[in-house]
Structure formats: structure tokens, C-alpha cells
């Protein structure tokens, strides 16, 4: 014959741990994925703004170069002071979730103006 266990104070435990766990789980995932998110396209701005910032000291048009490599709806400022080039490139990052306000990632880029009589 088996010993029935009889049901305690603790029944159900599980389930209101859960439940009050479950949301801060949930709260921790999308801020490490947007986060991750964040990341990569802080990356992105900076490759488009070295990108910007070496075709603009040749020269060439910097915001046609950032435009290649730029994640979506991206800004790019290109400023000339002197000798040198110093592009920007700006890109919202929509946290995860409806109702969160958008992020904005910078990143800077200078280069030295090559010699030559591209610029004036």
C-alpha cells in the first residue's frame, strides 16, 4: 500500500512563483535583445560613417557611401572643417515592445582631407 502525501500550506507555490516570475523573465528577454539590437546597429552607423567620412576626404560623395552600408531610415551629417572630414550617423532602434519609446544610436567617423584639388 502506498502512502498518500497529504496536500500542505505550500500547495500551489509553483504556480504563484511562476506567475510572479514569468513577467520579469519576460521584461529581462526583450531588454537583452534589444540591447543586442542596439549594438549591432551602433555598429552599423560606425561602418557607414568610416565609410562616409574616407569618400568625403577623396572627394567623393560621403552620404552616396553611407547610404550603401547605413541601417534603415539612418541620418547622416557630413561636416568639412579645415582638414578635416568628420561624418555622423544617426539610426532609431525600436525597443520590443509596442509602447516603448525609440532609441537613437550615434556613432562618429574623422578623417584627415587628402591632398588634391577636390575640396575648396
Known amino acids: 500500500m502506498t502512502r498518500r502525501r497529504r496536500a500542505g500550506r505550500d500547495r500551489g507555490s509553483f504556480t504563484a512563483e511562476l506567475a510572479a516570475g514569468l513577467p520579469a523573465l519576460l521584461l529581462l528577454l526583450f531588454t537583452g535583445l534589444t540591447a543586442v539590437h542596439a549594438v549591432g546597429t551602433k555598429g552599423e552607423c560606425l561602418h557607414a560613417a568610416r565609410e562616409a567620412a574616407i569618400a568625403a576626404s577623396r ?22 572643417d579645415g582638414d578635416r572630414v568628420r561624418a555622423t550617423v544617426r539610426a532609431p532602434v525600436r525597443a520590443l515592445g509596442a509602447r516603448l519609446p525609440r532609441l537613437t544610436v550615434t556613432a562618429t567617423a574623422v578623417a584627415a582631407v587628402e591632398p588634391g584639388p577636390h575640396l575648396s
Open 59 to 80: 572627394g567623393d560623395d560621403g552620404r552616396a557611401a553611407a547610404d550603401l552600408v547605413a541601417p534603415p531610415a539612418a541620418e547622416v551629417s557630413i561636416t568639412v
